[in-house]
């Protein structure tokens, strides 16, 4: 509840713009990177054309291309360290909770920790980027009880993903990867981009500032809403049961996973496309009818907007990037609780870029609150309390 007559921003500083970028612009159903509509992109790039986009301003040409792949690939590769932590972690840590230590831990190794320049961030960038699917696929492997298959150096980041995870019984999967590796690039400053800025605004280092991005993602009203559509759907079970869970859900004032955006009013951008490859891949899907019941839920819920508060009506009006994108990872075979650890492959290039452009310019981001405490107080001791 906003205080009366208060100077603070709006509550989750809605409408604030508190920095500028050259990297991405975001608003109603327009997503562009360094100038590219996404539309322009999916479908005609690979995923290292656009973090090579993200990371330098502009798209590469053929020999930039070849030499910012070979740097990638050259740097897939993980360490006895890194190896022998992700062991112990997969016995019982959660995907995001692995990812985010694995690589907070790299910063131990990498050659140019405590070194902010342009041309150490840039390296860094590569060696995170090379280095998340290797994280996450080794990860999904130990959890099978199996033992992690080395990166494929003739195959490009999707592809090379989608081996070292075993999920090549689907021919389309690296095509379709690739395309939702671009979509989750990067978008603005969201949450874990922001909190990647304000870490790297206290000048600590591109690793300090990743990490605790991976933390932000982590949670359901971002990129957590992945795995949170997954376990709603899940919870429905069936199209049949779809109409009652919304009834309840709506007089609990339950937040569905995948709907509601804070810039897209009408539309999110990327979830036309993921809502396509949902269709393509549900068709040879054996499992429980996932697609069945979400079309059936964003249908009930559209159904039902005049029983919720206008607030709430607006925001389920958008289904949002994780809606799909859910049910897109689990038809490729990606377990459902791995759907925001794809997300963090994807985006590991936007909050990179982000870092330098913070870092190429900067100072503190240290805003102010106001005080809504008591004041005055008497300290009492121990004794008569
Ligand atoms: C994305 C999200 C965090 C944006 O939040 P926001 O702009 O801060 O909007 P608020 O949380 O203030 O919501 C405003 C109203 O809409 C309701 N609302 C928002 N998202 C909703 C959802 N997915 N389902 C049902 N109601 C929702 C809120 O309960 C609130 O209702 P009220 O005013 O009656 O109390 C929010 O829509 C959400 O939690 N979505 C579900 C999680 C998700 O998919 N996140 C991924 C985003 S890409």
Redesign the pocket.
Known sequence: MAVEGSKAAPK?L?GVVATTTAICSVSDNFLQYRGYRIEELVGKAEYEEVAYLLLNGELPNKEELRDFKAELTKHRTLSPFLRGLLQEMSETGTGMDVLRTVVSASAAEDPGEGDNSREAEYAKSIRLTAKLPTILASYIRRRRGEQPVPPDQTLGHAANFVKMAGLDANPRAAEILNACFILQAEHGLNASTFTARVVAGTNADMHAAVTAAFGALKG????G?TD??MKMLDEIGSPDHVDSFVDKAIAQ??????????VYLTE?PRAKFLRRYAIELSKEWKGKPYFEIQERLAKAIAERRAK??P??A???NVV????YAATTYTFLGIPADLGTSIFAVGRMAGWCAHVMEQHADNRLIRPESEYTGPNGKRWVPLAER
Do not use: I
């Open positions: 989750g809605e359901p009203l971002h990129g809403a949170g559509t004032k339950y937040k569905f996973s995948g709907f509601g955006h804070r999110d919720m508060s607030a709430a607006a925001k389920v949002n990037v994780d809606y």
